[in-house]
């Protein structure tokens, strides 16, 4: 078992690119978090899946999409970047509904410059 | 609301006992999670309580005070590696988790 796994590790960006964060996970677990940690804010809920299909905004959606149209999947995407983006970004899985632990993916370390 | 308090950075010596406090502010409270997070690395699960009381699992200790809304984590026999920041988190309904800040502990020889 992989557990989560994220792509890439570090990205570099220009104001205005886009790009795409890839999240997957090999433990079947039904419901995927994607959060930006920033110094001193902690782990703050971006958009959040409780199933394949399904999507929900977290804390801080803005500027921010995701897709979860595979199980294993669940992808991030700035379609425009701004330098207030840069941050960590990490995502994390669970097994369903009931109280159980997310499980984290390293990270990605993004950049925008 | 769910404002969740805990102290910004602690320091201890190798070999003591450290007591890190969690304070939430919650209507429908669903258990208290504490993870520990290395710096450049991500949080990994060390606790979580639902019922009042210490649960302990080896040098790592967690409290839960449902009444006064108040959770700890103890950790003994402090080690360099313990050098982390702790977060503690509650859930949000069935579906999110909120984390606070986070504690940073700098444990010292």
């Known amino acids: 078992n992989a557990g989560v796994t994220q792509t890439p590790k570090f990205r570099v960006l220009k104001t205005g690119q886009s790009m795409t964060l890839l999240c997957a996970q090999d433990?079947?677990?039904?419901?995927m978090y994607w959060y930006r940690q920033d110094p001193g804010m902690g782990l703050r809920l971006i958009h959040y899946?409780?199933?394949?299909?399904?999507?929900a905004k977290g804390e801080v959606p803005d500027g921010y999409n995701v897709s979860r149209l595979k199980k294993q999947n669940f992808l991030l995407g700035l379609e425009s970047a701004a330098p207030s983006q840069t941050s960590v970004y990490f995502c994390a899985s669970r097994l369903d509904g009931r109280q159980e632990t997310q499980y984290f993916g390293p990270g990605t370390r993004l950049l925008v410059l | 609301g769910q404002n969740i308090d805990q102290p910004t950075e602690m320091t201890a010596t190798e070999g003591a006992i450290v007591q890190i406090n969690c304070t939430y502010q919650?209507?429908?409270?669903?258990?208290l999670f504490w993870y520990q997070q290395h710096a450049g690395e991500a949080p990994t699960f060390l606790s979580y309580n639902v019922l009042d009381g210490l649960e302990e699992k080896g040098r790592f200790s967690s409290f839960l005070s449902r009444s006064k809304g108040y959770s700890y984590l103890l950790l003994k026999e402090l080690q360099m590696k313990d050098s982390a920041s702790y977060l503690c988190a509650t859930p949000r309904g069935s579906d999110k988790l909120i984390f606070g800040t986070g504690t940073r502990l700098q444990v010292f020889p």
């Open positions: 919650t209507s429908g409270f669903n258990g």
């Open positions: 899946s409780v199933g394949e299909g399904t999507t």
């Open positions: 433990m079947n677990h039904e419901y």
